[in-house]
Structure formats: structure tokens, C-alpha cells
């Protein structure tokens, strides 16, 4: 089955805990990213990736850190935490050049206290 | 400042009847827009799209429509179901966008009551 996975789905931590949220897409898929959703404001771009060792910045990209070592796993690094990133995480993926078909993951909560 | 809006938070409709969801924009570059429909605890998933090349799309049930001079596009569906009840999601981006980057408005939560 094509899917986008990722862990954890939940996630309670405290400001300054470093944490990471993986995604991992069984497509092959070229283009992987990430998404922050907040009440209002829609889905915002935090980092997206075109390819193996590939990453730029989205709209959001401020406290996170990403990596493309392998092409199926696009992880997201918060290194130090803060509660303005309480939000709900979404990873995306596509082929290249195919934006109708971004293929979501689950959603990750995250509450920073 | 927002580019992409979706000024209704929700709306609620009587099933059997025409649900229809607004959307506007302000980039002039977007030339791709698409719709996703979203359920509690899933990720998005894409519904329908349209290209400014045309002013209408179909797929069933659903029909979106694009006035470029208006910076206005809409989801029409019709008849409305029950399973319809979700959060819709408007999304915009310029089809030479090698990034696929999408910009998406604020939501609309559908509920249709039986």
C-alpha cells in the first residue's frame, strides 16, 4: 500500500528537549516536505526536499532542521523546542512537478511545554 | 499576509442540498489551484484541481470554478452527503513551481447534516 508514515503521531515534551519526528514514504518519490497545521492559518510550509541531500526552506522554516540522506526519510529536527511550536505536523510527498498529487502522512501532534 | 483565504471557518449544509466553498487569493503568479479534504486525525488528501487555463472542473459530484479577473475560485458539491463532513482546504501554487510548494488557505469545516 502507498503511504506516507510518521512517528509518533502524538508527542507531549518541554521547551528546550530536543526531538525529531521521522517520515518515511514507500513511492519513491522525489519531492518530500513538511507542513506545520495551525487553526486559521491552513498548512504552512516548514522545509521541503527535490531529492536525495536536496532541502530548502519554506514559509516556516525558523527552529527546524531537516535531512535527505536516503529518499524514502525526510526527518524533522526540533533542536531546542519552544511552545510556539505546538502545532500539527504533516509530511507530504510527490513525484517531482505533481503538486495534485502530494500524498499526506497522518499528522503528528506536538504539545511543548 | 495571507495569500491564499478562505473567509467561511464553516459551514453547514442540509444533506441532499449544493455545498459550495470559497476561496480567494492574492498572487497574481498562482496558476494552479486544487482542493483538499481533510478528516479528523488523517492527513490531507487532494479532491480536485484547476488550471487558470479554464474557468471550470469536474469530477462528480464535485465542481470547482476559477474566476482569474476575481481572484475567486469555489467548490460546488452536489448533492451534499454526510461523508462530505470534513475540513476543505484550498491550495494555490504556480505550475513552474519546481519546488511544488502550496499554498493553502485557512479551512473550511463542512459538516452535513442527515
Known amino acids: 500500500e502507498a503511504q506516507v508514515t510518521q512517528n509518533p503521531r502524538y508527542l507531549i515534551t518541554v521547551t528546550g528537549k530536543k526531538l525529531t519526528v521521522t517520515c518515511s514514504q514507500n513511492?519513491?518519490?522525489?519531492?518530500m516536505s513538511w507542513y506545520r497545521q495551525d487553526p486559521g492559518l491552513g498548512l504552512r510550509q516548514i522545509y521541503y526536499?527535490?531529492?536525495?541531500?536536496?532541502?530548502d526552506k519554506g514559509d516556516v522554516p525558523e527552529g527546524y532542521k531537516v535531512s535527505r540522506k536516503e529518499k524514502r526519510n525526510f526527518p524533522l529536527i526540533l533542536e531546542s523546542p519552544s511552545p510556539n511550536q505546538t502545532s500539527l505536523y504533516f509530511c507530504?510527498?510527490?513525484?517531482?512537478?505533481?503538486?495534485?498529487?502530494?500524498?499526506f502522512g497522518p499528522g503528528t501532534r506536538l504539545t511543548v511545554l | 499576509d495571507q495569500q491564499v483565504k478562505q473567509n467561511s471557518p464553516s459551514l453547514s449544509v442540509q444533506e441532499g442540498r449544493i455545498s459550495i466553498l470559497n476561496c480567494d487569493y492574492t498572487?497574481?503568479?498562482?496558476?494552479?489551484f486544487l482542493w483538499y479534504k481533510k478528516y479528523p486525525a488523517e492527513g490531507p488528501t487532494f479532491l480536485i484541481s484547476?488550471?487558470?487555463?479554464?474557468d471550470k472542473n469536474e469530477d462528480g459530484r464535485f465542481t470547482v470554478f476559477l474566476n482569474k479577473s476575481a481572484k475567486h475560485l469555489s467548490l460546488h458539491i452536489v448533492p451534499s452527503q454526510p461523508g462530505d463532513s470534513a475540513v476543505y482546504f484550498c491550495?494555490?501554487?504556480?505550475?513552474?513551481?519546481?519546488?511544488?510548494?502550496?499554498?493553502f488557505g485557512g479551512g473550511t469545516r463542512l459538516m452535513v447534516k442527515p
Open positions: 526536499s527535490m531529492n536525495v541531500e536536496v532541502t
Open positions: 491550495a494555490a501554487t504556480a505550475e513552474n513551481n519546481a519546488g511544488n510548494m502550496l499554498t
Open positions: 484547476i488550471s487558470s487555463i479554464k
Open positions: 513511492m519513491n518519490h522525489e519531492y
Open positions: 498572487n497574481s503568479m498562482f496558476d494552479y
Open positions: 507530504a510527498s510527490s513525484l517531482l512537478g505533481r503538486t495534485d498529487t502530494q500524498y
